[in-house]
């Protein structure tokens, strides 16, 4: 990845590209799925969401054979799809990016009133 795919994103549009050709291909069940994953996933991603990338991958990786294997959406995830996102990219109850600005917000906010008196 060069300098200037990095500053565009011109390479996260391209792997984003390759992940939906890639998921046509699955079975609806398994298509509507992934939909949801993304969802819950992009709450906790960092400002460009580069770091979501791999995880991405991994998760459509896991649909792919497991979809292969004909196992169903629900042997593999289970009913709670929002919890299986939240373990993917830590503990449950992990942070979205709202949360981590909200805290930083309140830390500057409370350091300059601290500093006003």
Not at 21 to 46: F, M, S
Not at 56 to 81: F, K, M, N, W, Y
Not at 89 to 103: C, F, I, L, Q
Request: include cysteine; charge should be negative; aromatic fraction near 8%.
């Amino acid at each position: 990845m060069n300098f200037l795919e990095k500053i565009t994103g011109s390479d996260m549009t391209k792997a984003m590209k390759d992940f939906e050709a890639r998921a046509k291909v699955l079975p609806a069940e398994y298509q509507t799925a992934w939909q949801e994953i993304k969802n819950n996933l992009w709450i906790h991603g960092d400002f460009t969401g580069r770091n979501l990338m791999p995880i991405l991958d991994s998760t459509l990786e896991l649909l792919e054979v497991t979809s292969a294997d004909g196992q169903s959406i629900e042997e593999v995830l289970g009913d709670d799809i929002s919890g299986f996102c939240a373990a993917l990219v830590g503990d449950e109850g992990a942070k979205s990016y709202r949360d981590k600005w909200r805290d930083q917000l309140n830390k500057n906010v409370a350091r300059k009133l601290g500093g006003l008196k």
